[in-house]
C-alpha cells in the first residue's frame, strides 16, 4: 500500500528558508512521478512542483521558479523541496503525491482528485514575521 509522508513544515519569515521532504514506504519510487501540491486557507489546491520517476523532468509553477528547487533520492524512497525566498503567500499546507508510471518519464502539476493515485497528509508552512 503506498504511504507517503510529508515533513520540515513550520514557520519561516519572509525571505527565509525552508526544506521539505516526501518520504514513501510501501512501494518502490523508482516508478512513480512525485508531484507537491499546496493549499492555502480557503482556496483549492494547486500544484507546486512535480519530478517524472528518472527525476529527469522537473516541472515547476511560474510563481516558483527560481524560488524553489526540487530533487529526488530514489535509493532513499525521498522526494525535497528546498523553499527560499519565501513570501507570505506561500503560506499553506502542502503535500506530496505520487503517480504510478512505468512507460513513460514524465509528470504533472495538475492538482485535481484522480491526477495522482496517492497523496499524503501534509505539512503546514506559515511565511510571517
Known amino acids: 500500500q503506498l504511504h507517503l509522508v510529508e515533513s520540515g513544515g513550520g514557520l519561516v519569515q519572509p525571505g527565509g528558508s525552508l526544506s521539505l521532504s516526501c518520504i514513501a514506504s510501501?512501494?518502490?519510487?523508482?516508478?512513480?512521478?512525485i508531484g507537491w501540491f499546496l493549499q492555502a486557507p480557503g482556496q483549492e489546491r494547486a500544484g507546486v512542483a512535480c519530478i517524472s520517476r528518472s527525476g529527469k523532468s522537473i516541472k515547476y509553477v511560474d510563481s516558483m521558479k527560481g524560488r524553489f528547487t526540487l530533487s529526488r533520492d530514489n535509493a532513499k524512497n525521498t522526494v525535497s523541496l528546498e523553499l527560499s525566498s519565501v513570501k507570505p503567500e506561500d503560506t499553506a499546507v502542502y503535500y506530496c503525491a505520487a503517480k504510478w508510471n512505468l512507460i513513460t518519464d514524465f509528470c504533472t502539476l495538475d492538482a485535481r482528485n484522480g491526477s495522482y493515485d496517492d497523496w499524503g497528509q501534509g505539512t503546514r508552512v506559515t511565511v510571517s514575521s
Open positions: 510501501g512501494f518502490n519510487m523508482n516508478y512513480y512521478a
